[in-house]
């Protein structure tokens, strides 16, 4: 029944890794979001898609690549893990520009 | 650039309480603006929307107003319970292409309901 499901929930890892989140939503959205929320808790855009094409794409470092298979799934894909991308990476979906629903969220902790 | 400033940053209230949270945006053009709940270790829950040719939004003890000219939007909450405890984020949004909205966050007010 979850609409909007990023996995995993926790990632973990060393300086230097290579890691993909996951993010499905099953409300027949035509765009899905990336949004990244730091420690002090401020929410900012990174990248948007509509219908499979990259609509947003913010000032993001390119080691963060998103990958749209369809338009129910966007993954994040992030090469060369450095210490600031420890943060909460939330997906999102929308239809039409109405509401945009999110995920619960994954905690990146780099070490 | 759109700019998202909310006040208080941090609210407690006794329980039964009617309060205002408050919102202001730098940016008129705005397509629509939201109001989110978020809780500790949780994702965001959308609480309402207001579309930028309406002047408010009501669902339940929430009433979100919006006022483009001044740039300010209020949720406000009646009869607060300690449920409410949580914290409240507004979002404005504009037009980015497509179906596409940006959304630019406040930083929040975290709401503690006192029993």
């Known amino acids: 029944d979850t609409a909007v499901s990023q996995t995993p929930k926790y990632l973990v890892t060393q300086m230097g890794n290579d890691k993909s989140i996951k993010c499905e939503q099953n409300?027949?959205?035509?765009?899905m979001y990336w949004y990244k929320q730091d420690s002090k808790k401020f929410l900012k855009i990174m990248f948007s898609?509509?219908?499979?094409?990259?609509?947003i794409n913010e000032t993001v470092p390119n080691r963060f690549s998103p990958k749209s298979p369809d338009k129910a799934h966007l993954n994040l894909h992030i090469n060369s893990l450095e210490l600031g991308d420890s943060a909460v990476y939330f997906c999102?979906?929308?239809?039409?520009?109405?509401?945009?629903?999110f995920g619960a969220g994954t905690r990146l902790s780099v070490l | 650039k759109q700019e998202v400033t909310q006040i208080p940053a941090a609210l407690s209230v006794p329980e039964g309480e009617n309060l205002v949270l408050n919102c202001s945006f730098t940016?008129?053009?705005?397509?629509?603006l939201q109001w989110f709940r978020q809780d500790p270790g949780k994702g965001l829950t959308s609480l309402l929307l207001?579309?930028?040719?309406?002047r408010e939004q009501t669902s339940g003890r929430l009433n979100a107003s919006l006022d483009k000219s001044s740039g300010r939007s209020t949720l406000y909450i009646a009869a607060s319970q300690p449920g409410d405890s949580a914290t409240y984020l507004c979002?404005?949004?504009?037009?980015?292409?497509?179906?596409?909205?940006?959304?630019?966050f406040g930083s929040g007010t975290q709401l503690t309901v006192l029993p």
């Open positions: 979002a404005g949004s504009r037009v980015s292409s497509g179906s596409a909205r940006q959304l630019t």
């Open positions: 207001i579309q930028s040719s309406q």
């Open positions: 898609y509509n219908n499979k094409e990259l609509i």
């Open positions: 999102a979906s929308s239809l039409e520009g109405n509401i945009q629903y």
């Open positions: 940016d008129s053009a705005i397509y629509n």
């Open positions: 409300l027949g959205h035509d765009t």
